[in-house]
């Protein structure tokens, strides 16, 4: 019942922006953990950001902190990635996930619900 629909991928050049957004079905984002994971070509799914239900509660892989912000307007149920100063190794297809529990929020598995992914692509 739940779906995730995320949007906002694209190319972009090394240094610049992209603003991800993942919308959520009403009845339930409010409640939900959210998080956004990436999985490049050839390799595993990995853990970018999570934020609790409540929006209290943030983290980061240390590959994106200090260039990556997760937010989230439970009014409008989505939740969003800003990327700022892309790298080449951002490049991959990110994923918007969601659980009902707040626990090992790092790892995929465990996850109830995930989007179909969009395709982030940074390149010279």
């Known amino acids: 019942q739940v779906q995730l629909v995320e949007s906002g991928g694209g190319l972009v050049q090394p240094g610049g922006s992209l603003r991800l957004s993942c919308a959520a079905s009403?009845?339930?984002?409010?409640?939900?953990?959210m998080a956004w994971f990436r999985q490049a070509a050839g390799a595993e799914r990995e853990f970018v950001s999570t934020?609790?239900?409540?929006?209290?509660?943030?983290d980061y892989a240390d590959s994106v902190k200090g260039r990556f912000t997760i937010s989230r307007d439970n009014a409008e149920n989505t939740v969003y990635l800003q990327m700022n100063i892309l790298k080449p190794e951002d490049t991959g297809v990110y994923y918007c996930?969601?659980?009902?529990?707040?626990?090992?929020?790092?790892?995929?598995?465990?996850?109830?619900?995930w989007g179909q992914g969009t395709q982030v692509t940074v390149s010279s």
């Open positions: 934020i609790s239900w409540n929006g209290q509660t943030t």
């Open positions: 009403e009845r339930t984002f409010s409640s939900l953990n």
């Open positions: 996930a969601a659980k009902w529990l707040w626990a090992h929020w790092w790892s995929a598995d465990g996850y109830d619900y």
